[in-house]
Structures are given as C-alpha cells and as structure tokens.
C-alpha cells in the first residue's frame, strides 16, 4: 500500500493546517455611474443577447437602423459611458490614430493635407445631456438636443482634442465635418474653440441647399469629394458613427470611435 498520500493529508487530518479559506466574489460596487468592479448589466439579456454583445454588434456595423437602445441595457450603457471603459476605448483608437500620423509623409509645401473630423461625440461629447436622457433609451428628440447644442457647453472628448494637438503639430490641417445645422454655425464655433480646438482649415455644417433626401453617410461622402476636387488630400478620417467613415472617399485612413447610444444612416 502507497502511504504517501496519508503522510500529506496528515497534519490536515489532525488539525495543523487550517481549513482552506474560500473568500466571497466581490460585490459590485457603483458610485455615481462609475463602476469600481465590473460593469453593471453585463448579463442583462435582450433578446436572448447580453448588453455587451449588442453593443459589439453596434460597433462592427451589425446592427443597423436601431432607433434607441434596449431599455434593459440602459444601466449597462451609463456605466460604459460615464465608467473607464468608453476612455479606455477611445484611447486606443485614438492612440492608432496618432501613431499612424506620425508615419505620414507630409510635404512642406501647400498645406493640403488634411484630417476629417466628426463633431458630436468625436471632437465634442453631449454626455452631459445623454445622462439626462436615459444614454440612448429615450427616442431622440431634436427640439431637446437643439436646446443643449445651443448652450454651447458640451466639453471635449479628451482623447480627440489630444489628437487633435498632435495632427497640428505635425503640420496636418483639421476638417471639421459635421450633421449640424448651418444656423447653429456660431456656436458650433464657438463650443469648438471653448473645448481647446482653436483653429481649423474648415468648419462643414449641413446648409439648407443640402439635399433633402441624402442620408449622413451621402452628405458627408460628398462634402468630402468637394475637399478632394479643391485639391486636398485626406489623410484620416475620424467619427464614431459608420456613416462618419464610410462612403468615397473615405479617406487614406478611417478611425471609428465608440458610441452605442444612437445611430445615423
């Protein structure tokens, strides 16, 4: 008989080694929408799909023509907005994006070499409102966004305005390309210059000669061929919404940020 097994479980058999402690999982612990530990809702189930998978279908541009998001993931999407993780996420694309820049040629002469940015939350971030308006589960309501566009207080994205730093200084001109209204121009410029972007080769609003049927992937593809025609040359291209980056020209280089709480044709 192989008593060497008995000789280890001795001193436990006789009480010399205290019995294996099984701590607890910790709780979750939320303050004030932002999670210390997990996200909340991650196991929150719409339609036989978690929160977390729905949101992955948004950001890969499974998911079209959603017009808000599930109500039982609204406490999921709060935590991901206001918590790390939206950060962390635009970080990374936005660390691509500039190390990507840094390996451009820009030649020195003419100037025409651009980035194409997007405004709402890409340059500027209307958190404070969606915070207000259950981060994508109410349906949209333009009177209401109009009114917070108009008080010309949504901060930067900070990941963005980085960016946007770095592009400059290495001589690359910045395109602000966005769905706004052409009378909401001045403060649109306005918020901008506040949010720490204080210049710009050009500001593109959506002016009332814009065609009524053109969706925002449409729009923004042709005021992007009217920028190549004038001689520019787009060497990136950044938004959160598909219909920012996609459409020719797109751009040398596309960069989607996050942003599950709506979405644009």
Same mark, same amino acid.
């Given at each position: 008989m192989n008593l060497l097994p008995l000789l280890f479980l001795l001193p436990a058999l006789l009480g010399l080694v205290p019995p294996m402690q099984v701590s607890a999982a910790p709780a979750r612990q939320i303050h004030l929408l932002r999670p210390v530990m997990g996200s909340a809702g991650a196991a929150v189930k719409v339609k036989g799909v978690s929160c977390s998978s729905w949101q992955f279908g948004v950001e890969t541009n499974s998911l079209r023509g959603w017009n808000t998001v599930p109500a039982g993931c609204e406490s999921y999407f709060g935590h991901y907005m206001m918590g790390r993780r939206y950060r962390e996420d635009s970080r990374a694309v936005a660390a691509a994006a500039a190390e990507y820049a840094r390996g451009l040629q820009i030649s020195s002469g003419g100037g025409k070499q651009i980035w194409v940015f997007d405004v709402d939350e890409t340059s500027l971030s209307n958190l404070p409102y969606y915070s207000r308006h259950g981060f994508g589960v109410e349906p949209f309501n333009?009177?209401?966004?109009?009114?917070? +566009?108009?008080?010309g207080t949504a901060p930067p994205l900070p990941e963005s305005l980085k960016l946007y730093k770095e592009l400059l200084s290495l001589g690359i001109k910045v395109v602000f390309l966005t769905g706004r209204a052409e009378e909401q121009r001045q403060i649109t410029a306005s918020n901008l210059k506040k949010a720490g972007y204080y210049s710009w080769e050009k500001l593109i609003l959506r002016g009332n000669g814009a065609l009524a049927h053109e969706n925002a992937l449409q729009f923004k593809s042709s005021e992007r061929l009217k920028l190549t025609e004038q001689g520019y040359?787009? +060497?990136?291209?950044i938004g959160d919404q598909w219909s920012d980056i996609l459409g020719s020209p797109e751009g040398e280089r596309t960069f989607k940020l996050p942003d599950p709480l709506y979405y644009i044709s």
């Open positions: 333009a009177t209401l966004f109009d009114t917070w +566009v108009a008080t040359r787009i +060497v990136g291209n």
